[in-house]
């Protein structure tokens, strides 16, 4: 069999407790299901960074943010940082993107030799934070409560607009892929902005959830004074002081995001029969994952930012030609993608191996274990110093130089409202963690490089902002003089060529 063709479908901020082998039962998610019976699942995956920018150049790049300084949704991404799209493209595939990759700096392609949609954020410098200016709130763009109290229903919203068009350019490439005009084996990445915030779906999704029992967190809002430290600074960041949040408005936004979850599928459940219309499927890698998760109201926390499970754990499934469908127990991290899709392409390994912390899946599937543990790093908005986190077995210690050490037992407390780092019956367990931290992290140093970064993009943004403004966001360019039918063409050639299949 030639080469495999791969597909790619990101979505943004899906929580990886929803999904303990596929999606959980409640979900109606019937397409996703189907392609969970046939895949191989990865229960305990987690996002290398749980923000939209850092999760997603570390997944690209199989690189943790501290090595791609990626720090946070303003930090650029940059050229000569690797990718999967190098990598596969490389090796002789045609790499395309239809969606958001949350790219920031003037190159907007990172190895795709095409880009069918423009992104859904800005990609200057406008969203950085500052550690010069510990607690301040920069209004007009960090996350705030108003998801919450204004989640409900619309027909179409900004992101609604965004996912459909993603979708439709998506299948649109599938169609114009299956016509073989090109002979390379294809990788189509294709990115959805949903089930990320606000909480607003249509009503049809809606009114799928209207009894659901699963619409009250399984912890409830814990009083900010009994907080951890850096669940009060999100607190704050989220300008929780300014919103009363209700029973009601809980419900509403988690029905709202289980909504968004059965929109998802919807879209998908199209995008993978246009690839089996175009007898394309059988030769095809699918994988399914998200860039990080979202509380949903567990312990009063909303969104990502933090290394609980519900913004750190993310799902993770596998689809490929001669792979058997499994669950996989085994903690893994997105960065262990690059090297998986390299695998799965026949490329040789040693040479993906300088430029990725990951680690090939495809021994798991065998029953092997990843050979170290997972790490996550965090250096964004509502953190005043990095955060760093270690899962391995059981276990997850998390560190803040600001702060006291965190260390749960997953199996015995999955909701992590136990933390056992005071604890004398674990306190070797605790030193073997922070003995591993010190070893993988210089924390002075990490907390330096990104005040720094933090400190020259404030001096480049205001700069570029003052005078004549060239954007770098994409902008998709079509030739119309290419397309559909033209005086150069001739329409008898030009009406084969578009058709699959031919002859039927």
Not at 56 to 64: I, V, Y
Not at 379 to 397: D, M, N, Q, T
Not at 449 to 455: D, G, I, K, L
Request: one cysteine or more.
């Amino acid at each position: 069999m030639s080469r495999p063709n791969i597909l790619i479908i990101m979505v943004d901020q899906a929580n990886g407790t929803l999904f303990p082998d596929g999606p959980a039962d409640f979900l109606h998610m019937p397409h996703l299901k189907a392609l969970a019976e046939r895949s191989t699942r990865f229960q305990n995956s987690y996002t290398a960074s749980p923000l939209c920018a850092p999760g997603r150049a570390s997944f690209m790049s199989g690189q943790l943010p501290s090595r791609t300084r990626v720090y946070d949704n303003a930090a650029e991404f940059q050229s000569a940082i690797p990718t999967y799209a190098h990598h596969l493209r490389k090796a002789g595939y045609h790499t395309c993107l239809s969606g958001k990759m949350h790219f920031v700096g003037p190159d907007q392609l990172h190895g795709f030799e095409e880009r069918l949609t423009t992104d859904v954020y800005p990609a200057d410098f406008g969203w950085t934070p500052d550690y010069r200016k510990p607690g301040e709130r920069i209004d007009w763009w960090y996350h705030n409560l108003g998801s919450v109290t204004g989640a409900g229903v619309a027909e179409i919203s900004n992101q609604m607009e965004y996912d459909d068009e993603v979708a439709f350019f998506a299948e649109q490439k599938l169609f114009q892929l299956s016509r073989g005009h090109d002979d390379r084996p294809w990788a189509l990445t294709v990115s959805f902005t949903h089930p990320h915030d606000p909480y607003v779906a249509r009503r049809k999704y809606w009114d799928l959830y209207e009894n659901c029992e699963h619409l009250e967190p399984v912890t409830g809002a814990i009083p900010f004074e009994d907080q951890d430290a850096h669940s009060q600074r999100l607190y704050q960041a989220n300008d929780y002081t300014k919103f009363d949040i209700l029973s009601e408005n809980v419900r509403r936004s988690r029905r709202g995001y289980f909504a968004n979850l059965s929109y998802l599928d919807e879209k998908i459940g199209s995008i993978l029969d246009v690839l089996k219309r175009t007898r394309m499927d059988e030769n095809t890698v699918i994988a399914f994952v998200s860039d990080h998760g979202d509380m949903l109201g567990e312990r009063g926390l909303w969104f990502k930012m933090s290394f609980f499970e519900g913004s750190a754990r993310v799902p993770l499934m596998i689809s490929a030609p001669g792979l058997e469908p499994r669950l996989v127990h085994s903690p893994v991290s997105t960065i262990d993608m690059t090297p998986t899709l390299c695998d799965l392409a026949g490329i040789d390994m040693g040479a993906i191996k300088p430029w990725t912390d990951g680690h090939s899946l495809l021994p798991l599937v065998n029953g092997h274990e990843r050979p170290e543990p997972v790490y996550m790093e965090y250096a964004a908005e509502g953190s005043y110093a990095p955060l760093v986190s270690i899962r391995e077995g059981k276990w997850k210690f998390n560190h803040c130089e600001l702060d006291p050490p965190q260390l749960f037992d997953l199996e015995s407390d999955p909701q992590e409202m136990t933390n056992l780092a005071g604890d004398p019956a674990h306190a070797e367990t605790l030193k073997g963690f922070q003995a591993q931290m010190r070893a993988k992290w210089d924390m002075a140093r990490y907390d330096a490089e990104v005040r720094e970064s933090q400190a020259r993009r404030w001096v480049v943004y205001d700069a570029l902002r003052n005078g004549a403004y060239y954007p770098w966001d994409y902008q998709p360019l079509q030739k119309a003089s290419e397309r559909y039918m033209r005086n150069h063409m001739d329409l008898n050639v030009v009406e084969e060529n578009a058709r699959f299949p031919r002859g039927e």
